[in-house]
């Protein structure tokens, strides 16, 4: 009989040991189950946020983007065609924009001058046409170029070989920072006026039309 009743009490403890475990075991699992579900979670949002900052970044406006400047000046068209980078908190000239180095005078394609007249500037005259619109800044002084390579890419594949008219200017310091690159052709007194702006540099020349 005592044989009997130990028996039964170790068959008892062993079971309450299986029950024991199988139920720590299922709270394992279970608590498994319910971590998935909320890192998954997790992981969708990440990426959401991610591809969000994608669609913002790759929808949003261009860093450069193309606009032009124009007049009617006595009958003559004058059309300047540019990309308009930002300063974006950068050293443009002499940092982003070397000195005594031909620039594209914008962003991306070579920026270019269109005129249905002919004009007289710096004594020279420019045959009515389109020209690429290059310049050579320096702290001192800036070179002007007009080329008949108007349709290019930057300034790679510029050859002075094509230049039309060549002069220089003096720049102007400006009181404040221009965020954006902006060219202008104005009306003046006896003819017009075409300007570039930018940082905190500005560079201006006259030009008469040919009648």
Known sequence: MKKLIYTLTIAAFIFSGCTSQTSDSQKEGH??????????????????DMAKEGASESEGKPKSPHTSAMAMI?????????SSPRVRGRVIFGGLVAYDEVWVSGAHKATWLDTNKELLI????????????????????????????????????????KDVMRFSVSPEELPEVK?????????DDDGGQISLEWEKVRISFDFKVNE
Do not use: M
């Open 31 to 48: 608590d498994d189950a319910h971590e998935h579900p909320a890192s998954k979670a997790s992981d969708e949002h990440e990426g959401h």
């Open 74 to 82: 006595n009958d003559a068209h004058v059309h300047i065609d540019y």
């Open 179 to 187: 965020e954006e690159l902006t060219y202008t052709v104005a009306k």
């Open 122 to 161: 710096n004594g020279q005259e420019l045959p009515k046409g389109k020209y690429a619109f290059f310049t050579i800044p320096g702290k001192a002084e800036w070179t002007i170029i007009l080329n008949k390579n108007w349709d290019q890419h930057g300034a790679d594949e510029y050859s002075a070989d």
